[in-house]
């Protein structure tokens, strides 16, 4: 079985400019997470999505948002990017929307914002 | 309020030794679920184990053990005879409903970089 795939893996922007993060779960699962991981904050909840719909949301300003399509894909989206949204962007899947799921980690998307 | 503290930030050790990485976790919930994550410089979180707060059995899975104490809200896990394999970042996480219904949202402590030196 595939494992949770992320696209692109790096991406350099400069301050102002937005951008999308896609991220493809396991065949089979419905609820995608995304994290934040930087040295200083370490690893941060974004939101989670469960059939198209955002369930969860952490402590992120507005220019971030995300959604979910119908086969379970999700993408996320930063807009007016700052020198400190550079970090590695994880998305997690697990089967569906519940604490004691084991959440399924891709490689990650490192933001570089100059 | 929900926390998890990984007091030790690095850690280094040298191979064969055996190494005890602490996860100190806060929680209101009386059902709740504590996982390690293992993260090689590649970047990907590796799942470990899952325990449930009703589950104080301690668990042992091949060179590793962890050790699950609700009286001092602890979830410790020890590798046994490290290897330059065990080099990573390990992440002690915690999950619950927090009055908001189901989530599979991660809290996560700060992580402990162990190095394992040949």
């Known amino acids: 079985k595939a494992g949770v795939t992320q696209t692109p893996r790096y991406l350099i922007k400069t301050r102002g400019q937005q951008v999308t993060l896609s991220c493809s779960p396991i065949s089979g699962h419905r609820s995608v997470s995304w994290y934040q991981q930087t040295p200083g904050q370490g690893l941060q909840f974004l939101f989670e999505y469960f059939s198209e719909t955002q369930r969860n949301k952490g402590n992120f300003p507005g220019r971030f948002s995300g959604r979910q399509f119908s086969n379970s894909r999700s993408e996320m989206n930063v807009s007016t990017l700052e020198l400190g949204d550079s970090a590695l962007y994880l998305c997690?899947?697990?089967?569906?929307?519940?604490?004691?799921?084991?959440?399924?980690f891709g490689p990650g998307t490192r933001l570089t914002v100059l | 309020a929900q926390k998890v503290t990984q007091a030790q930030t690095e850690i280094s050790v040298v191979e064969k030794e055996d190494v005890t990485l602490d996860c100190v976790y806060e929680t209101r919930d009386t059902t709740y679920y504590l996982f390690w994550y293992k993260q090689p410089p590649s970047g990907e979180l590796v799942f470990l184990i899952r325990?449930?707060?009703?589950?104080?059995q301690n668990e042992i899975s091949g060179r590793y053990s962890w050790n699950f104490q609700k009286s001092t809200s602890s979830f410790n896990f020890t590798i046994t005879a490290s290897q330059v394999v065990d080099s990573a970042v390990y992440f002690c996480a915690l999950s619950d409903s927090h009055g908001s219904g189901n989530t599979g949202k991660l809290i996560f402590g700060q992580g402990t970089t162990l190095q394992v030196k040949p």
């Open positions: 325990r449930n707060s009703f589950d104080e």
């Open positions: 997690a899947s697990s089967l569906d929307l519940a604490p004691y799921n084991e959440q399924f």
